[in-house]
Protein backbone atom coordinates (compact mmCIF):
# COMPACT_ATOMS: atom_id res chain seq x y z
CA UNK A 1 0.00 0.00 0.00
CA UNK A 2 1.58 3.09 -1.21
CA UNK A 3 1.47 6.81 1.18
CA UNK A 4 1.71 9.03 -1.88
CA UNK A 5 -2.44 9.80 -2.29
CA UNK A 6 -2.23 10.75 0.97
CA UNK A 7 0.83 13.01 1.42
CA UNK A 8 -0.62 14.61 -2.07
CA UNK A 9 -3.83 15.29 -0.65
CA UNK A 10 -7.14 16.05 -2.37
CA UNK A 11 -6.86 19.85 -2.94
CA UNK A 12 -6.35 21.34 -6.12
CA UNK A 13 -2.64 23.53 -6.74
CA UNK A 14 -2.65 26.81 -6.04
CA UNK A 15 -3.57 29.17 -8.94
CA UNK A 16 -2.02 32.58 -9.33
CA UNK A 17 -4.61 35.39 -8.33
CA UNK A 18 -6.30 36.27 -11.57
CA UNK A 19 -5.15 39.62 -12.46
CA UNK A 20 -7.17 42.53 -14.65
CA UNK A 21 -5.44 43.18 -18.32
CA UNK A 22 -4.67 46.49 -17.02
CA UNK A 23 -2.56 45.02 -14.38
CA UNK A 24 -0.81 42.57 -16.31
CA UNK A 25 -0.14 45.39 -18.92
CA UNK A 26 1.05 48.35 -16.40
CA UNK A 27 3.43 45.52 -15.31
CA UNK A 28 4.21 44.02 -18.32
CA UNK A 29 5.65 47.56 -19.47
CA UNK A 30 7.14 48.58 -16.11
CA UNK A 31 9.14 45.17 -16.56
CA UNK A 32 10.02 46.32 -19.94
CA UNK A 33 11.64 49.83 -18.83
CA UNK A 34 13.25 48.37 -15.82
CA UNK A 35 14.92 45.58 -18.03
CA UNK A 36 16.44 48.36 -20.78
CA UNK A 37 17.55 50.37 -18.05
CA UNK A 38 19.59 47.64 -16.89
CA UNK A 39 21.19 47.15 -20.13
CA UNK A 40 21.14 50.53 -20.78
CA UNK A 41 23.02 51.18 -17.80
CA UNK A 42 25.50 47.83 -18.47
CA UNK A 43 26.49 49.02 -21.81
CA UNK A 44 27.22 52.48 -20.10
CA UNK A 45 29.44 50.32 -18.08
CA UNK A 46 31.09 48.39 -20.91
CA UNK A 47 31.92 52.26 -22.44
CA UNK A 48 33.86 53.13 -19.49
CA UNK A 49 35.92 50.17 -18.89
CA UNK A 50 36.70 50.21 -22.86
CA UNK A 51 37.80 53.62 -22.55
CA UNK A 52 39.65 52.98 -19.38
CA UNK A 53 40.95 49.72 -20.59
CA UNK A 54 42.69 52.04 -23.84
CA UNK A 55 43.99 54.40 -21.43
CA UNK A 56 45.57 51.75 -18.71
CA UNK A 57 46.24 48.95 -21.21
CA UNK A 58 45.74 46.96 -18.37
CA UNK A 59 41.99 45.15 -17.58
CA UNK A 60 41.28 44.92 -13.86
CA UNK A 61 37.46 44.28 -14.60
CA UNK A 62 37.81 40.78 -12.97
CA UNK A 63 38.60 41.85 -9.38
CA UNK A 64 35.91 44.67 -9.49
CA UNK A 65 32.83 43.06 -8.24
CA UNK A 66 29.64 44.01 -10.17
CA UNK A 67 28.46 47.20 -9.21
CA UNK A 68 24.99 48.12 -7.91
CA UNK A 69 22.34 50.06 -10.22
CA UNK A 70 24.21 53.78 -10.35
CA UNK A 71 20.04 55.19 -11.46
CA UNK A 72 16.53 54.82 -10.32
CA UNK A 73 13.35 56.27 -11.18
CA UNK A 74 12.13 58.54 -8.46
CA UNK A 75 8.70 57.92 -6.55
CA UNK A 76 7.12 60.73 -8.96
CA UNK A 77 8.39 59.83 -11.91
CA UNK A 78 7.61 56.28 -11.23
CA UNK A 79 4.01 56.99 -10.59
CA UNK A 80 3.71 59.44 -13.79
CA UNK A 81 4.95 56.14 -15.51
CA UNK A 82 2.79 54.25 -14.01
CA UNK A 83 -0.29 55.87 -14.64
CA UNK A 84 0.28 56.48 -18.41
CA UNK A 85 0.85 52.47 -18.70
CA UNK A 86 -2.36 52.31 -16.99
CA UNK A 87 -3.73 54.03 -19.79
CA UNK A 88 -2.65 51.30 -22.32
CA UNK A 89 -5.22 48.96 -24.32
CA UNK A 90 -3.76 45.28 -24.16
CA UNK A 91 -4.07 44.95 -27.32
CA UNK A 92 -0.95 48.11 -27.73
CA UNK A 93 1.13 46.66 -25.61
CA UNK A 94 2.80 45.07 -27.83
CA UNK A 95 3.47 47.17 -30.55
CA UNK A 96 4.75 49.31 -27.50
CA UNK A 97 7.49 46.98 -26.79
CA UNK A 98 8.25 46.82 -29.85
CA UNK A 99 8.54 50.56 -30.82
CA UNK A 100 10.37 51.43 -27.56
CA UNK A 101 12.73 48.44 -27.98
CA UNK A 102 13.64 49.74 -31.62
CA UNK A 103 14.36 53.21 -30.57
CA UNK A 104 16.87 51.97 -27.81
CA UNK A 105 18.70 50.30 -30.16
CA UNK A 106 18.60 53.15 -32.72
CA UNK A 107 19.73 55.55 -30.38
CA UNK A 108 21.58 53.77 -27.52
CA UNK A 109 20.18 56.41 -24.82
CA UNK A 110 22.31 57.32 -21.45
CA UNK A 111 20.64 55.38 -18.47
CA UNK A 112 18.95 58.71 -17.81
CA UNK A 113 17.54 59.12 -21.31
CA UNK A 114 15.64 55.68 -21.16
CA UNK A 115 12.88 56.77 -18.93
CA UNK A 116 11.73 59.68 -21.38
CA UNK A 117 12.66 57.90 -24.35
CA UNK A 118 10.07 55.15 -22.68
CA UNK A 119 7.50 58.00 -21.96
CA UNK A 120 7.70 59.33 -25.38
CA UNK A 121 7.43 55.85 -26.53
CA UNK A 122 3.38 55.64 -24.61
CA UNK A 123 2.62 59.23 -25.44
CA UNK A 124 2.72 57.67 -29.54
CA UNK A 125 0.87 55.00 -28.56
CA UNK A 126 -1.62 57.00 -26.49
CA UNK A 127 -2.44 59.38 -29.51
CA UNK A 128 -2.48 56.13 -32.12
CA UNK A 129 -5.42 54.77 -29.77
CA UNK A 130 -7.15 57.86 -29.68
CA UNK A 131 -6.80 58.74 -33.37
CA UNK A 132 -8.15 54.88 -34.09
CA UNK A 133 -10.97 55.44 -31.78
CA UNK A 134 -11.85 58.66 -33.15
CA UNK A 135 -11.73 56.88 -36.53
CA UNK A 136 -14.29 53.80 -35.27
CA UNK A 137 -16.58 56.35 -34.17
CA UNK A 138 -16.65 58.47 -37.06
CA UNK A 139 -17.34 55.39 -39.13
CA UNK A 140 -20.05 54.14 -36.42
CA UNK A 141 -21.57 57.82 -36.86
CA UNK A 142 -21.23 57.51 -40.36
CA UNK A 143 -22.96 54.07 -40.90
CA UNK A 144 -25.94 54.93 -38.63
CA UNK A 145 -26.78 58.20 -40.45
CA UNK A 146 -25.93 57.36 -44.18
CA UNK A 147 -29.53 56.52 -45.90
CA UNK A 148 -30.24 53.56 -46.18
CA UNK A 149 -33.29 53.68 -48.39
CA UNK A 150 -31.02 55.38 -51.71
CA UNK A 151 -30.17 51.51 -52.76
CA UNK A 152 -33.79 50.87 -52.07
CA UNK A 153 -35.05 53.07 -53.91
CA UNK A 154 -33.00 53.09 -56.84
CA UNK A 155 -33.67 49.37 -56.99
CA UNK A 156 -37.28 49.38 -56.76
CA UNK A 157 -37.70 52.43 -59.71
CA UNK A 158 -34.93 50.71 -62.26
CA UNK A 159 -34.91 47.29 -63.55
CA UNK A 160 -32.02 45.84 -65.12
CA UNK A 161 -31.91 43.55 -68.07
CA UNK A 162 -28.52 42.46 -69.03
CA UNK A 163 -30.19 39.86 -71.74
CA UNK A 164 -33.27 41.91 -72.82
CA UNK A 165 -34.75 40.70 -75.79
CA UNK A 166 -35.25 44.04 -77.22
CA UNK A 167 -30.92 44.65 -77.25
CA UNK A 168 -30.06 46.16 -80.56
CA UNK A 169 -27.05 44.55 -82.52
CA UNK A 170 -24.21 46.99 -84.39
CA UNK A 171 -25.45 45.33 -87.50
CA UNK A 172 -29.08 46.78 -86.85
CA UNK A 173 -27.92 50.39 -86.27
CA UNK A 174 -25.65 50.37 -89.52
CA UNK A 175 -29.25 49.24 -91.45
CA UNK A 176 -30.93 51.86 -90.23
CA UNK A 177 -28.43 54.44 -89.89
CA UNK A 178 -28.92 55.42 -86.60
CA UNK A 179 -25.89 55.93 -84.27
CA UNK A 180 -25.03 53.18 -81.67
CA UNK A 181 -26.10 53.35 -78.01
CA UNK A 182 -23.40 54.49 -75.61
CA UNK A 183 -21.88 51.57 -74.77
CA UNK A 184 -22.27 47.69 -75.95
CA UNK A 185 -21.07 45.98 -72.89
CA UNK A 186 -23.11 47.49 -70.08
CA UNK A 187 -26.72 46.43 -69.53
CA UNK A 188 -29.80 48.09 -70.11
CA UNK A 189 -31.34 50.19 -67.53
CA UNK A 190 -34.63 51.35 -67.87
CA UNK A 191 -36.98 53.18 -64.96
CA UNK A 192 -40.10 51.02 -64.26
CA UNK A 193 -43.73 52.65 -65.15
CA UNK A 194 -45.82 53.83 -62.38
CA UNK A 195 -49.19 53.59 -61.98
Partial sequence: MSLLPWLRGNEAPPRPSPRSPAEMVLETLMVELAGQMREAERQQRERSHAVRKVCTRVDYSWLASAPRPAYDLS???????????AKIHPAYCGPAILRFRQLVAEQEPEVQEVSRLFRSV????????????????????????????????????????????????ISEDVERDTPPPRAWSLPEFRARKED
Fill in 75 to 85: PGERLQLEDVC
Fill in 122 to 169: LQEVLERMEEEEEAQRLTRQWSLRAPRSTLTTFRSRARIAPFASDIHT
